[in-house]
């Protein structure tokens, strides 16, 4: 159903400001409307009792605007029997359009017995051979200056709230940061002075401080590795209970240790065998050719330990 909600022309709101309207304005108001529920629905202008501010209780909806010449016209949807029904008997004569600054329709109100703001428009009819009188008014915007000035104060003080907020958040993170060193530069601490006392404890256990360096740096490992990585952070909570378990076993192993290796010498190998000694001919005539053979030999004696003087004999003639 459409029906005629305004028209240009000057006209004086309910709150006795007057506006000049011209077609653009009207067709302003039209694309405006259409152009935002076409995005989102949830935004439709509903039609109400009267000018209430929170827009409820709604009886209808707009489901588009339009430009008649001067005339702006209004699709109605989902109306209730109860509205139309009221209107039929005449509890309401004319409709009220409510306006944002933007010119962004707000709602429809329909009212009852009032001096008309805008006058010339159509009856309209919500039956067929029924006339109902229905005369638009006009009412720019349902917010005082004085609302609009206490809204404006409510903003201001929750950008400020919102402020005080981040930087208050912005201390707390950074504390946090700082508590989470301290304690990561206690455990290095603590690694460190338990395994020093560890060797001091046992005569056997020799490290190099290299050695134990590494030590601490691997405790630090295992002990950072059960750390739960604090939400949209860049450093760790500071809950570290998870790994103690296997840092316990770690500490018990260290102090557990002992040297496996002593500087003793545990076995010495035996000198190769001077074959000379057992095979010489010294003071012997002995022929050029047989003495080559021999010193051949032994050449392969001690090149092979485990070969016979006749074997190295045999392989010295090969």
Do not use: C
């Not at 699709?75 to 010119?103: H, M, T």
């Not at 703001?117 to 720019?140: Q, R």
């Not at 003071?283 to 080559?292: F, N, Y």
């Amino acid at each position: 159903m459409w029906i005629e909600i305004f028209k240009t022309g000057t006209h004086t709101d309910s709150a006795g400001r007057e506006r000049n309207f011209t077609s653009e304005d009207i067709s302003a108001i039209a694309d405006k409307y259409n152009q935002s529920i076409a995005v989102d629905k949830s935004g439709e202008a509903p039609i109400v009792i009267g000018h209430p501010k929170d827009n409820t209780p709604a009886y209808g909806w707009v489901e588009r605007l339009a430009r008649r010449g001067e005339i702006l016209l209004a699709k109605l949807k989902n109306l209730s029997p109860e509205i139309i029904e009221q209107v039929r008997q005449g509890a309401f004569r004319k409709v009220s359009v409510s306006l944002f600054p933007d010119l962004m329709l707000r709602h429809i109100g329909l009212l009852g017995a009032a001096t008309p703001a805008v006058k010339g428009l159509k009856n309209i009819s919500f039956a067929e051979g029924e006339n109902t009188e229905i005369i638009s008014d006009f009412n720019f915007n349902d917010f005082s200056d004085k609302e609009g000035t206490k809204d404006s104060d409510l903003i201001e003080k929750i950008n400020f709230l919102e402020n005080e907020n981040k930087k208050i958040q912005k201390k707390l993170e950074e504390k946090d940061q700082q508590i989470h060193k301290l304690i990561k530069e206690a455990k290095t601490k603590e690694f460190r002075e338990f395994i020093n006392s560890s060797v001091k404890a046992q005569n056997s256990l020799k490290l190099s401080p290299a050695q134990s360096e590494n030590l601490v740096e691997i405790m630090q490992l295992v002990y950072e590795r059960g750390l739960k990585k604090e939400e949209n952070t860049d450093w760790n909570a500071s809950d570290f209970s998870e790994n103690e378990d296997l840092l316990e076993k770690i500490k018990s192993f260290i102090y557990g240790l002992s040297t496996q290796i002593t500087t003793e010498e545990f076995a010495v190998r035996q000198s190769k065998k001077d074959n000379s000694d057992y095979y010489s001919f010294s003071g012997r005539k002995v022929q050029p050719d047989r003495m080559l053979l021999h010193n051949r030999a032994l050449e392969i004696m001690n090149e092979n330990p485990t070969l016979s003087y006749e074997e190295a004999i045999i392989e010295a003639q090969s």
